[in-house]
């Protein structure tokens, strides 16, 4: 029986019952999760698509209620035309086509027109002459007109869409894509004396709409007979064929929303223009992702999960160990045999265990893999001044085995080439100052070569904290000597720079920027430029004037960018970064440097002062108190709040400044700026817009008007002509737009203070 039962045995332990248990479990749990998945990922999707039909039925009302509002504006004005003088008696008791009481009429319809934005033309047509008068002063009889078809079909069919305000009747009719609004007066019909047809811009009906649409929806309009109201704007094509047709029938039946192929279309209708507007949604867009799916689905599938361990606990109780306690018996009736013929399950569990444990070469290739892609975004992060606490930059460079430390002093060596050098040459120069460094580093310095792109490398070196500043000198020499060296005559080709000293690797970036500072002076040599010899007794970063300029330059750039958060934290780091362990005098210096660096960033931007409270203190003459003289900590105070502030503003301004007229009027301003025509009137007709409006933008985003920002932009040119060509005073005056020298000469000293040839003998003397 002993026998039988050790078979028995033999036949459980090669069937792995654990394995087999784990196995079912998991798949019994993974299935019953799918199914959670899904269940979960549905309801998610319903509940979106509930929540934002109501959204989107608000966001058409909101829109029709936009464009009732628009087109009520417009029936007032035609409702105060009809009320004009000059108007009334053109059509009570019409004139010759060539009176002079009709630039009377001309002059009153353009006037309409300049006044409402609008409005792009205005006909007035004399019913008993036949006469057609326009706001552009036009005149001709109704056979000559050049849209005649408009007049005719008028009164040969009733509109479809009309608007009825406070006793009048104003239709709206599409004729060739653009949308007119028609009064016949002083009477509606045939009972009419006169009609005005008010040609409207379609831009600014349209504009109306474009704020209800993202990227995954679609709004369109159509009139009362459903027919297109923006054919040219508004893509159509999106609404599947013959759909239209069936909208009237389901808003009989009461419905304003419709759901068909993965689409919702809602539509509305104008109780006052008939105008109806259908808004497509994707519905795909609702999608829930995979991560809010996980999320709503976690308590299920801890569920899940205790439910499948208690299940694998009463199965291994009710059969495994019952197995194993005969396996016991067995073993103690038959203690003196050979027990290794075998495997148990724990066994094998173990032998597996240990198997993955041997397999630790694989873990160790994938960190090999990463670790230096994460260093090379972390040097490059540091070099170009992204903001990082100390202790994370520690962290970093002890997950990455860097040689660098957070205290030791840095400078930073860039490396470069001319164009016409290969890149196989380029890699070979800097496996040469890689050698170099290796050569030369012991007991002096520990350094990280790393590749900015194809032509600039750059070599972080950190130096010793007891090393003197003679040492470091003897070493920068030995190391440009022995490179410089090592590349023979194609010397010409290579550019190497090192930068001055910084106090930690926190402000790596500083070197980093001012070596590539003198590596483009360097590479790319003004004509007028002087060399400059400067003394000091060690070269390290100054927190000068210059410097904080050149900060000031990232800072702007990330605003242009519209990386507003980027700016701010580089322009807090900077200000947190500033040594406050050297003389307070020179701290409390390097602040107000700081300060008027944002100050002149601000007037480069037109912005000298500010009307918001929030942004006033940023212009005060006397900004610090008595009691923040020579204390660093009281600057550093003021300068937190004053870098936000700054940073907004100057944030704001530049979203001001990219509005699509001003960007097209100062492209304008460029290119005919030598023109002495040049004009308000000029350019608000190229950027298709009045002039009250344009005018208006130019106050708000420069801070000045339309003609002192000309006048700016041709002294700025001026200035140019005078300083690099020989040419007269009277000939630079025409050059540049004005009129007459004496005109130049005044605008010249409103805005420099100077006469041009004061300008002009000031600036060769100083040269």
Known sequence: MNHNLKDILRKFRNKKLLTQLFTVMVAFSGILMTVVSMVVNHQTTATFLKNNNLIYTNTLEVSIKTLDTL???????????????????????????????????????????QETEGMEEIYLYIRETSQILTSTYEKCSLDFFRERDLVDRHFASRPSTVLLKSGRTTSIEIYKGRVYMVRDFPLNGKKGLGTLFMKMKSSVLYDALEAAQTSYSHLLAYDNDFNPLFPGMLDYEKVPEGFIEMIPGYIKEGKNTVYSE???????????????????????????????????????????????????????????????????????????GNSADGKNEWDYLTESFLKISNHKYQLDYILSNMIPKISKEFYFDLLNGKPMDIPYIQNILTNISSPLNTENPCKVITLTFRDFVEPILRHQFADSLNQILRRNSDGICRYVLQQIDDSLYAVIIQFDADLGYSKITDFEIKLEQSFFQSTDDRRNGVLLEIGPKCS???????????????????????????????????????????????????????????????????????????????NPEEICRAYEYYRLAFLNTLASYRITDSDEKEYAFLFDPEPYSDKCAGSPICMQEFMVPFCTAAV???????????????????????????????????????????????????KESFGINFVDYLNQYRIEKAKELLLSTGKPIKEIASTTGFNSQQNFIRVFKKHTGTTPGQFKSEKVHTN
């Open 648 to 698: 907004n503003l100057l944030s704001e301004k530049y979203l001001k400044q990219q509005h699509k007229y001003l960007i097209r009027a100062k492209r304008c301003i460029e290119e005919n700026y030598a023109d002495p025509n040049l004009s308000l009137n000029l350019l608000a007709d190229q950027c298709k817009t009045t002039t009250s409006y344009l005018s208006r933008l130019f």
């Open 504 to 582: 930690s690797i926190q402000n790596v970036s500083f070197s980093y920027q001012e070596s590539l500072e003198r590596l483009a002076r360097q590479k790319y040599p003004s004509q007028n430029a002087k060399e400059k010899s400067v003394s000091t007794e060690e070269d390290s970063v100054k927190f000068n004037y210059h410097f904080f300029q050149l900060q000031m330059k990232s800072i702007s750039a990330l605003i242009m960018k519209g990386d507003t958060d980027s700016a701010l934290k580089k322009a807090l780091h900077i200000c947190h970064t500033l040594p406050h362990d050297g």
């Open 262 to 336: 993965n689409q919702h279309y809602y539509f509305c209708q104008s109780n006052q223009t008939g105008i109806n507007l259908v808004l497509l949604v994707d519905d795909m867009a609702f999608m829930p992702s995979s991560r809010m799916v996980l999320m709503n689905s976690l308590p299920y599938f801890a569920l899940i999960l205790i439910l499948s361990t208690l299940l694998s606990v009463c199965v291994l109780y009710l059969s495994y160990m019952p197995v194993q306690k005969l396996k016991k018996m067995v073993s103690s009736e038959d203690s003196g």
């Open 71 to 113: 087109f009520s504006g417009f029936h007032n004005s035609l409702t105060h035309i009809t009320y004009d003088a000059s108007i009334v008696d053109s059509v009570v008791t019409p004139k010759p086509l060539n009176s002079v009481a009709n630039y009377q009429v001309w002059s009153v319809l353009n006037g309409y027109c």
